[in-house]
């Protein structure tokens, strides 16, 4: 396992214990080990810092125990993951103290914001990298082993992202391609295009190079990854657009299925539209956040849209694309969010009927306007309803699985269980589904009829032809 992931906060992790000491030997080989917070976006970040470091000598390790260097790729999106990367790194403090030649860093959207100010709230710390410089992590070690001093190295933007970066990929069917850095929606909560600089799309080319290169190695999954995705290509000259880059790479051999996040419906047009509808290998799968189901709170969110207008946009979807599996993220207690407004963001998970829906109560972020707005709500009141919400979500998710009882599923085989002889893959529209089978189709693509649901997954039985 590459990474560990959370969406949002990080995990609770068990105390670290019984410290193995390490010897000479163990030592000879280098090793790393790479803990990821966060979006999909700081996940492909990680896949091309282990490529960056293997380049350098050093192997993957699952155990930060036999770690010479052990990296966090933060998160920032929300206030309390800060506070719990701070907590985070103090478990490695001991590991430091057994072996001082340990070399701890953080990279990702925390440093971009807290800069050398993470070293006087961490000590222990060496590397402080951010999103715009993980590319120069060799050389920032080069420069730590001479120096034998804490490093920070921030830029706010840089003015290109190299294309030639290795990666090692986490997974063995399914690659994250990221299509775009940056976003410049500046919606008033969010602290993203503080983090991760304005919006710059790769090109084209570049992308349908990196495509065919992950076809040639086997993968046959691919997301396409971009913050608000619909504007990809806008800021390139010539111009282009998400729905042309579909169209560009649809026929790469090999690959077998295109999914692309995230969506914000602003920019959602009708070519993008077309293409999925047309193009078999895209999935009926749209992540297309809502946030909050009150006009009012969207505009001080600086969303730029009506819930009329996201009712008409879903319409127009579901017409062209009937199956589409829609899902949303939601904040609450936004400041000034009344209780009518967000019975208003309750209503609208049963009115757009979403498959699944991210929520968060809303976390005020350093730059933000929101941060600055008056009536800011309680953690309790925004904890309160955050579990009404949450509520909703699931009784919501439990009908639209519900629909699925009987259907048959085409279902790509991500990973066996072998103590339950288990199988895990995906459908089209990305929902989870398990059931009974040999290890031998892992990486294949089955047809499962779906027998049994819960809100966040299906079960079913191989279908066999
Ligand atoms: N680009 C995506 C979009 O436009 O919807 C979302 C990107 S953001 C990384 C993921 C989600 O985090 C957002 O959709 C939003 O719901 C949530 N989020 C962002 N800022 C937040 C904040 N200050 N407090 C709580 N949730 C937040
Ligand atoms: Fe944040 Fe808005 Fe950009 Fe999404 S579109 S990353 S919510 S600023
Ligand atoms: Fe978090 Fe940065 Fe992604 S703030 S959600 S890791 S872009």
């Not at 999103?131 to 082993?145: A, G």
């Not at 503080?194 to 992308?207: D, L, V």
Request: glycine residues 6%; charged residues 25%.
């Amino acid at each position: 396992m590459l990474c560990v992931v959370y969406q949002g906060d990080p995990p609770m992790t068990p105390p670290l214990t019984a410290l193995p000491t390490l010897n000479a030997q163990e030592t000879e080989t280098k090793h790393v080990h790479i803990e990821t917070f966060g979006c999909q976006m700081n996940k492909s970040d990680s896949e091309k810092m282990l490529g960056l470091l293997a380049q350098k000598g050093y192997a993957w390790t699952d155990t930060p125990e036999q770690a010479d260097l052990i990296l966090i790729n933060s998160c920032s999106i929300r206030e309390n993951a800060v506070n719990r990367l701070i907590g985070h790194l103090g478990r490695f403090k001991p590991l430091k103290r057994k072996n001082p030649d340990l070399i701890i860093g953080v990279g990702g959207c925390v440093p971009q914001h807290e800069k050398e100010a993470l070293l006087k709230r961490v000590p222990h710390l060496d590397l402080v990298f951010g999103t715009q410089t993980y590319h120069k992590l060799p050389e920032l070690l080069d420069e730590f082993h001479q120096n034998q001093r804490p490093i920070v190295s921030i830029v706010r933007q840089v003015d290109e992202y190299p294309e030639e970066i290795p990666v090692i990929r986490e997974g063995k069917h399914h690659a994250w391609i990221t299509v775009q850095h940056g976003c410049s929606a500046f919606c008033t909560f969010c602290i993203v295009p503080y983090t991760r600089g304005q919006q710059q799309s790769r090109k084209p080319e570049a992308i349908a190079e990196e495509i065919r290169q992950v076809a040639a190695e086997g993968y046959t999954e691919i997301t396409l990854l971009g913050q608000n995705i619909n504007t990809y290509g806008w800021d390139l000259d010539p111009g282009t657009s998400l729905g042309q880059l579909l169209h560009l790479i649809h026929d790469i051999e090999g690959i077998r299925r295109i999914r692309f996040l995230t969506s914000h419906p602003i920019n959602m047009r009708d070519d993008l539209i077309d293409a999925m509808a047309e193009l078999p290998k895209v999935c009926e799968f749209l992540h297309l956040p809502l946030q909050a189901g009150d006009n009012e709170l969207l505009k001080r969110m600086r969303r730029n849209h009506t819930v009329e207008f996201y009712a008409e946009l879903v319409d127009k979807i579901r017409a062209k694309i009937p199956h589409i599996v829609l899902t949303s993220d939601f904040i609450v207690g936004f400041p000034g969010e009344t209780e009518e407004q967000f019975m208003g963001t309750v209503e609208s998970v049963r009115r757009f009927a979403f498959d699944s829906a991210n929520t968060a109560s809303y976390s005020p972020r350093p730059k933000t306007p929101a941060a600055r707005f008056e009536e800011q709500l309680s953690e309790e009141e925004k904890s309160r309803r955050l579990n009404v919400l949450n509520q909703v979500v699931r009784e919501v998710a439990l009908q639209q699985n519900r629909r699925h009882l009987g259907e048959i599923q085409e279902v790509m085989v991500e990973s066996h269980d072998a103590e339950r002889n288990n199988l895990k893959g995906r459908t089209r529209g990305n929902k989870i589904v398990h059931f009974e089978g040999m290890p031998r189709l892992v990486g294949q693509l089955v047809d499962v009829k779906i027998f049994d649901v819960t809100p966040n997954t299906l079960r079913g039985r191989m279908v066999v032809s």
